[in-house]
């Protein structure tokens, strides 16, 4: 749990700091994030052994105290950014990347391993996080669509090969809100609740209006422009996270031609120990997938799961070059056969 805490919250506290101070403090959370991921990733390659029959209560302390850090860093991040803070253009700019990175890569897998949780209260913190990041349809896109159908075409959150990042955007954004709209209204025909104040969506959407009336109300226009381009940045991190963890992969058709159960081979994976433990393993994506209710710290790799050329941060890089991309992985996709 060591290496888990400070990947997490060593970024936090510089990024308060860059949002307080400025100046340095900023350049130091940026490269910090970055570049002293990049060089960790290098020293730390071969993951750690877990144990996926152990419990880990600290675990389940880190992730509470991260969420409860979500609010008060993205209200200083509003307002050192779009409020009447001081900084300067660039510091402004630096700080949207610093908190955007930081919301879409720690904040992020963190509410993604809260909603996975029976525990309604964990549950509730995810949904807060996902909700201020005007996000809150990925719930319902997430649990009920991209983990039933994964890796085929049903899915809108699994690129298909010679898909461009750019292409898929569009689909993985829009896709996912209206699969778990209707995966939702299907739910609730199912159990005979038909108030629309219960419905799911209704909560995303009143929410993330709240969330923009708040910082409106606090930080004027400046405030609300804020919000949106870092929520906006944290969205594309995770849009990034889909399409690189899933990219080209295929469920074969089984009996009565329907996808055969969800396996290692469906999920890309990385073994860089200290990216991996910044995002809270989710770069143990087959695992995930196979085990959705495993803890994170248990979250395991095995010799049978596709691995990916470089930590999944390098991978988000290149996906942004689509030629480039397609360089890289299509190759490593006709090795598996697809």
């Given amino acids: 749990m060591v290496l888990f805490t400070l990947a997490t919250l060593v970024p936090a506290c510089l990024l308060i700091l860059s949002a307080l101070f ?41 992730s509470v105290l991260l969420a409860l850090l979500h609010l008060p860093m993205l209200a200083l991040a509003v307002w050192a950014i779009g409020g009447d803070s001081g900084m300067g253009g660039w510091e402004r700019a630096g700080l949207l990347v610093g908190f955007g990175l930081f919301f879409g890569q720690i904040s992020h897998p963190n509410a993604h391993e809260l909603i996975h949780r029976g525990n309604r209260w964990f549950a509730g913190l995810g949904k807060m996080v996902y ?69 799911p969506y209704t909560h995303y959407v009143v929410g993330a209006a709240a969330t923009l009336t708040i910082a409106a109300a606090f930080w004027g226009a400046g405030g609300c422009a804020a919000l949106i381009g870092v929520a906006g940045y944290a969205q594309l991190q ?39 433990a ?28 596709p691995v990916l050329p470089h930590s999944l941060p390098v991978m988000a890089v290149i996906a942004l070059w689509p030629g480039l991309w397609r360089k890289v992985m299509d190759a490593r996709l006709a090795a598996l056969g697809l």
């Fill in 131 to 199: 909700i201020t990041l005007l996000i809150g349809h990925h719930i319902s896109a997430h649990l009920l669509v991209h983990h039933i159908h994964v890796a085929t075409a049903a899915d809108p959150s699994s690129a298909h090969k010679g898909e461009g990042f750019w292409r898929f955007v569009k689909r993985g954004w829009i896709g996912p809100f209206k699969a778990g709209l209707m995966a939702e209204n299907r739910r609730r025909a199912r159990i005979g609740r038909k108030s629309i104040l219960s419905h």
């Fill in 278 to 305: 910044m995002m809270l393993n989710a770069p143990r994506h087959s695992d995930h997938h196979i085990h959705p209710a495993r803890h994170y710290p248990a979250l395991r790799l095995t010799p049978d799961m």
């Fill in 238 to 276: 995770m849009l990034l996270s889909d399409y690189v963890q899933h990219y080209g992969l295929q469920r074969g058709l089984g009996a009565n031609d329907k996808p055969v159960a969800v396996g290692p081979d469906h999920s890309w994976n990385t073994p860089h120990r200290y990216s991996s």
């Fill in 22 to 62: 400025g100046g340095v403090w900023v350049l130091i959370a940026l490269l910090f994030i970055t570049v002293f991921t990049l060089c960790m990733d290098r020293l730390l390659l071969t993951a750690e052994t877990s144990r996926p029959d152990a419990e880990f209560p600290a675990g389940d302390g880190l």
